[in-house]
């Protein structure tokens, strides 16, 4: 009889046990409480537009992840939403503000422990035309890939993707959000797979392509000043050119993104061997020697909003960037074969920053569409 009792005492316990989990934590093997999500799913396909000059970026859209109306809207909610912090006091947006180009001007992050990290906040502009890796060492191959690994660094939102996901199918709002986005008709089928696929969809949104650059050279609406196209010139010129000794700059930062997403070694550490670099680089994630201290060259549109400049910020302005271009690196063995000594006067360096600020987007900054939801 005591064992009849003992065994019914301890079922009851484990109910309530599981009971508890579910309403606070969460409990893994127990059912979600009301896991039913009820509502319509009508996804409406999204195409995203840019300009003939840009190319079709619909092409590089997963055909895995689908761009929706209702995906994208889910992605920026999550994106801007301190829920995904381990104290709900920072989100993705913390580090990418729209104002400063989806960069926080500072020259590295600090995150909700109060630590700060060692490589400056990408700017998020024309993602979805990047094939070539993300973060400055290329280490994240998607977008989806990518939005993972901030959640959980101790030096940035320092949370678990098991809470958030506790977090988010327990709360008022989340799951019908879900729902819309990818059909799902249970609270306990969202996951971390579709929170980081709705915040690339988000990210694959945030074209950059109406500078006043773009529309004088491409849609004829006015001119560039004398300066901005002695900038341009600059930007652009050869070594072969008679008489030049400038490398130009789109050996690194060509295209129409003003970047090809290559890995490059520009020369800002004055090292003698591999191991004196202080941070890897590419060589971190391929272990390949060679690649060490080589990182990602971002794009230069809105550049004048990005600052402070390079993976560690060290560089305040753009005059310090291109003094240190002028001064032809340190001659490691890796470096490009671009990062060459050459003269720059001061009117050169008024040029080049004039012609830079063509490249500023201030409709992409101030479009509705990617600010907070929540203000």
């Avoid at 678990?160 to 799902?184: C, M, S, T």
């Avoid at 341009?232 to 930062?253: D, N, Q, W, Y």
């Avoid at 470096?335 to 830079?356: G, H, P, T, V």
């Amino acid at each position: 009889m005591k064992k009849v009792i003992l065994l019914a005492l301890a079922g009851i316990l484990l109910v309530g046990a599981c009971k508890n989990d579910d309403d606070d934590t969460g409990c893994p093997t127990c059912p979600v409480a009301n896991d039913d999500i009820d509502g319509p799913y009508n996804p409406v396909a999204y195409t995203l537009e840019a300009p003939s000059w840009f190319g079709d970026p619909n092409q590089y859209v997963p055909a895995d992840n689908p761009m929706t109306v209702d995906g994208i809207a889910l992605g920026r909610m999550l994106f801007y939403d301190p829920i995904l912090s381990s104290d709900s006091t920072m989100s993705c947006s913390s580090c990418h503000e729209a104002a400063k180009g989806f960069a926080d001007g500072l020259a590295t992050s600090t995150g909700v422990l109060g630590i700060t990290g060692n490589r400056s906040s990408m700017p998020l502009i024309n993602l979805v035309y990047n094939t070539k890796g993300f973060f400055w060492d290329g280490r994240s191959n998607s977008l989806e890939a990518q939005a993972i690994a901030p959640i959980e660094d101790h030096r940035e939102l320092n949370e678990n993707w098991e809470n958030v996901v506790e977090k988010l199918r327990n709360h008022p709002d989340y799951p019908q959000l879900f729902r819309k986005a990818f059909g799902i008709d249970k609270r306990s089928k969202i996951n971390k797979e579709l929170a980081t696929m709705a915040i690339a969809q988000f990210e694959r949104t945030l074209i950059s392509a109406n500078s006043r650059f773009d529309r004088v050279v491409w849609l004829n609406e006015g001119w560039a000043t004398d300066s901005e196209q002695r900038g341009r010139e600059l930007f652009f010129v050869e070594f072969a050119e008679p008489g030049i000794t400038h490398p130009g700059c789109s050996h690194c930062h060509g295209s129409y993104l003003y970047t090809e997403n290559n890995y490059f070694n520009n020369g800002i550490e004055d090292a003698e061997v591999f191991e004196d670099f202080p941070d890897a680089g590419l060589g971190g994630v391929t272990n390949v020697l060679y690649d060490t201290g080589k990182f990602r060259a971002p794009t230069l549109r809105n550049i004048a909003l990005t600052a402070p400049y390079m993976h560690d910020g060290r560089f305040q302005t753009l005059e310090e960037v291109l003094d240190h271009y002028a001064s032809g690196g340190h001659g490691f063995l890796n470096e490009d074969a671009n990062i060459q000594q050459f003269i720059l006067s001061e009117q050169d360096k008024i040029d080049m920053i004039n012609f830079l600020n063509m490249l500023t987007d201030t409709s992409f900054v101030n479009n509705p569409a990617f600010q907070n939801p929540f203000n």
